[in-house]
């Protein structure tokens, strides 16, 4: 147990609760994967297992965010990752500077060094107490296919289906568009990546949405390794925070599969909200949750159908692969 509470106490030092807010006017959004610069090597997740002593071990997990010029911030979550294994509570962060291409925190009880795809524990008498390996986690609905009876929105070809769509040079599609054709009960997939901007955080950073019937936004930003929150990707827009941030690096491709229900009108009086289920990389973010209304800056509620818009909030997120299913009454 002693042995136990030493690695927890060490990893509190290294990670101490830091509350960082960078957002530099004008930071360079990179959009192209081959364009990335040294930083982004490091960037990532890990996972490994930490030696508790006496043959036992615990799951462990670490993101490691790219703050440009050679800083990071590392994310330490015991149990594992968000979504495959993390506690929930378990969760200390700390920054540290690239030298020669290792990051290290360090603290009396011990050290971790990043390096080569690889996260190496140690004590202060330098034993090894884990190994953390670097993993590219993918959605398993990334690339799902339109089942039959659906309706594609997009798949590369051209923007047809959107108002004001507009293609990128390498044929994905930008935000700033919402579908001509509106939609009342339905189920949706799309697939958005982020830009890397290292040098931005918080809504600076990778920031769209995705609006249900132009009324309900649910967030689209690079919030890998934040806090999960209401205006973080996967919450919706002040009114509720994702069950857990499922967020994967800039640059990465994402899935939102949502399940939308319209809200049910007795004449002019709604008597039933709007429901929604989303998975985020296929873990449910939210499970029948009722919006009371629609989110800033989203059209006013009515008995109609709506179209669903991508929003443009400056920063150069794009989109694919995306099919929606209506519901027959």
Excluded at 4 to 9: E, P, T
Excluded at 169 to 187: A, E, Q, V
Excluded at 274 to 294: M, R, S
Aim: with cysteine.
């Amino acid at each position: 147990m002693l042995r136990k509470w030493n690695i927890y106490f060490m990893v509190a030092v290294v990670c101490g609760a830091l509350s960082v807010a960078r957002a530099e006017e004008g930071a360079e959004a990179i959009t192209d994967p081959t364009k990335v610069g040294e930083d982004f090597a490091l960037q990532g997740e890990y996972q490994g297992n930490f030696d508790l002593g006496d043959g036992a071990e615990q799951k462990f997990g670490m993101q490691v965010i790219s703050l440009g010029d050679g800083k990071y911030r590392g994310i330490a979550y015991f149990g594992g990752l968000p979504g495959d294994g993390w506690d929930g509570f378990g969760k200390l962060e700390a920054e540290s500077e690239d030298r020669d291409g290792v990051v290290t925190l360090v603290a009396n009880e011990g050290s971790a060094a990043v390096k080569d795809g690889v996260v190496t524990i140690k004590s202060v008498d330098d034993q090894q107490l884990g190994e953390l390996k670097k993993l590219e986690r993918k959605s398993p609905t990334e690339g799902e296919k339109a089942p039959e009876g659906a309706k594609v929105l997009f798949d590369g070809k051209n923007a047809d289906a959107f108002e004001g769509g507009k293609l990128t040079d390498d044929g994905l599609l930008k935000g700033g568009c919402k579908t001509k054709d509106k939609f009342k009960d339905f189920t949706l997939h799309l697939e958005f990546r982020t830009p890397y901007m290292p040098k931005a955080e918080g809504q600076a950073r990778g920031n769209s949405g995705v609006y249900l019937q132009d009324r309900y936004e649910l967030q689209i930003l690079d919030s890998f390794g934040l806090e999960g929150l209401d205006n973080e990707c996967g919450g919706f827009y002040e009114k509720k925070s994702p069950k857990e941030n499922m967020c994967f690096p800039p640059l990465a491709w994402q899935t939102y599969d949502i399940d939308f229900t319209a809200a049910k009108y007795d004449g002019d009086k709604k008597v039933k909200p709007a429901t929604v289920t989303v998975k985020h990389n296929g873990v449910v973010i939210h499970e029948n949750f009722e919006l009371d209304g629609p989110t800033a800056g989203g059209q006013e509620e009515a008995d109609t159908a709506g179209p669903i818009m991508l929003q443009d909030h400056g920063n150069p997120v794009v989109f694919r692969n995306i099919w929606i299913v209506e519901k027959k009454d």
